[in-house]
């Protein structure tokens, strides 16, 4: 069974860094891409940033030159850097694998709380 954990979330002000993992346990990154999404109180949620199992990546604009995602293929682990963090991160980051033909999202991690103050 897939299981994804995250971790290293937490409390920084605004302009600090933070950096997410989520381990993949019995999941393989050969076809299908990995993502972090986030869901900030009264939002809904949205996608922060995907990588392909091919190598090409995508971010929201609003994060673009702030975060990096990548690829820990040693130890199986999704990464993502938050550098210039803006009150406006704060959410619940959530990693996420897709599977199967299409390559829908279907494993969720529990979500890491990010919380960035002024």
């Known amino acids: 069974q897939v299981q994804l954990m995250e971790s290293g979330g937490g409390s920084v002000q605004a302009g600090g860094s933070l950096k997410l993992s989520c381990v993949a346990h019995?999941?393989?990154?050969?076809?299908?891409?990995m993502a972090w999404y986030r869901q900030a109180p009264g939002k809904e949620r949205e996608l922060v940033s995907d990588?392909?199992?091919?190598?090409?990546?995508t971010y929201r604009d609003s994060v673009k030159g702030r975060f990096t995602i990548s690829l820990d293929n040693a130890d199986n682990t999704l990464l993502l850097q938050m550098n210039n963090l803006k009150v406006d991160d704060t959410a619940v980051y959530y990693c996420?694998?897709?599977?199967?033909?299409?390559?829908?999202?279907?494993?969720w991690g529990q979500g890491t709380q990010v919380t960035v103050s002024s």
């Open positions: 996420a694998a897709g599977w199967g033909y299409e390559c829908n999202y279907n494993y």
């Open positions: 019995n999941y393989m990154f050969t076809r299908c891409s």
């Open positions: 990588i392909s199992a091919f190598g090409p990546t």
